[in-house]
């Protein structure tokens, strides 16, 4: 059984920076994609970022395009995500999610299994 944990969630201060990792426990031998979505309070689950198993391709959301990053180190199944200029509206919870295949997608719905979320607050 695959968990996935995230960390790094927390409070910053607008136009600071994030990171946030996300390790895959379990099963090592995963070969599928990654990728971190968001949920603002009284909205839907919105795309932040997604990255290929062999980590070579990513996907950005157009709300925070420019502003973020998404790495891999496969050999820890680890995915991290870094923003800068954060703003008050990157205030949300961060949830990191597995896809059920190799190439990274913006659809929640490509996407199997889920972390339990980190809060991140951003104050202006």
């Known amino acids: 059984q695959v968990q996935l944990v995230e960390s790094g969630g927390g409070s910053a201060q607008a136009g600071g920076s994030l990171k946030l990792s996300c390790v895959a426990s379990g099963r090592t031998d995963r070969r599928y994609a990654m990728g971190w979505f968001r949920q603002r309070s009284g909205k839907e689950r919105e795309f932040v970022a997604a990255?290929?198993?062999?980590?070579?391709?990513?996907r950005i959301g157009d709300s925070v395009k420019g502003r973020c990053t998404i790495s891999r180190v496969t050999a820890t199944n680890t995915i991290t995500l870094h923003m800068d200029f954060l703003e008050p509206e990157d205030t949300a919870v961060y949830y990191c999610a597995e896809a059920f295949r190799e190439s990274p997608s913006e659809g929640s719905e490509a996407y199997a299994i889920w972390g339990q979320g980190t809060q991140v607050t951003v104050s202006s």
């Open positions: 990255i290929g198993w062999r980590g070579a391709s990513t």
